[in-house]
């Protein structure tokens, strides 16, 4: 493995997993006033793939995805869709076509939803 890419995986290692990280959505500890999806202009879609490859040894389960992405929402003042969900099969880059499907139906389910519904404010 070449230096550089050493270094992206440690840096996203510690962006992903270390206690208040850039990134820090998945931290076991990590309390809900904390996520700043209540923040976000614009609704959001979040799909979170069963079988990525990086998450940490806490979400290995689809129950312990299930659960942070009920976080996730109860943090976020209604900005993140109810059509977000854990995409069963999937890995990060979603190669599996059965998974694909079910991801790009959220999305267009989504983006339909957009033009009925009012944007939370």
């Known amino acids: 493995m070449s230096t550089s890419r050493r270094m992206v995986s440690r ?3 510690t962006t992903w997993n270390v206690y208040r990280g850039d990134d820090d959505y998945f931290s ?3 309390e809900e006033h904390d996520l700043k999806f209540a923040q976000s202009s614009v609704p959001l ?3 979170i793939c069963d079988d ?3 998450y940490p ?3 290995e389960t689809y129950d312990a995805k299930e659960a942070l992405l009920q976080k996730w929402k109860n943090s976020s003042g209604g900005k993140i869709s109810p059509i977000s969900l854990v995409l069963k099969g999937a890995n990060h880059t979603v190669d599996a076509p059965n998974a ?3 991801l790009y ?4 389910k989504f983006v339909t939803s957009l ?3 009012p944007v939370p404010v």
């Open 11 to 13: 840096t996203l290692h």
């Open 28 to 30: 076991s500890t990590i």
């Open 45 to 47: 879609l979040v799909v």
């Open 52 to 54: 990525d490859e990086a």
């Open 57 to 59: 040894p806490f979400l």
């Open 100 to 102: 694909r499907t079910r």
């Open 105 to 108: 139906d959220a999305a267009i």
């Open 115 to 117: 033009e009925t519904e």
